[in-house]
């Protein structure tokens, strides 16, 4: 069982930056994956970016070169670096974490932490 806190949120201008923490529960942290994904109001949630335990990372095209994942596995925290920020970058986030047992699937989310880009 892992548990992920997501932190960082709040409210920005646009062309601002935040930088999102997530911190996981569990010893075996550097084995999960770990994701962020997005909602926005009337959306469905969408992937933004992740980062397999070998330190592989995707990205959204929507968000590459603005945006930074990264992991300290000893800190079990896993953190997403926002640049540029865009009004339409205003969404809950979402951090997720998966044992890739099947790849792509996240078993353990966190509540969210929301950001809004004001224009």
């Known amino acids: 069982q892992v548990q992920v806190v997501e932190s960082g949120g709040g409210l920005v201008q646009a062309g601002g930056s935040l930088r999102l923490s997530c911190a996981a529960s569990g010893r075996t942290f550097s084995r999960y994956s770990m994701g962020w994904f997005r909602q926005a109001p009337g959306r469905e949630r969408e992937f933004v970016a992740d980062i397999h335990w070998s330190g592989i990372t995707y990205y959204a095209d929507s968000v590459k070169g603005r945006f930074t994942i990264s992991r300290d596995n000893a800190k079990s925290t896993v953190y997403l670096q926002m640049n540029s920020l865009k009004p339409e970058d205003t969404a809950v986030y979402y951090c997720?974490?998966?044992?890739?047992?099947?790849?792509?699937?996240?078993?353990?989310w966190g509540q969210g932490t929301q950001v809004t880009v004001s224009s």
């Open positions: 997720a974490a998966s044992s890739d047992k099947v790849p792509g699937e996240y078993e353990y």
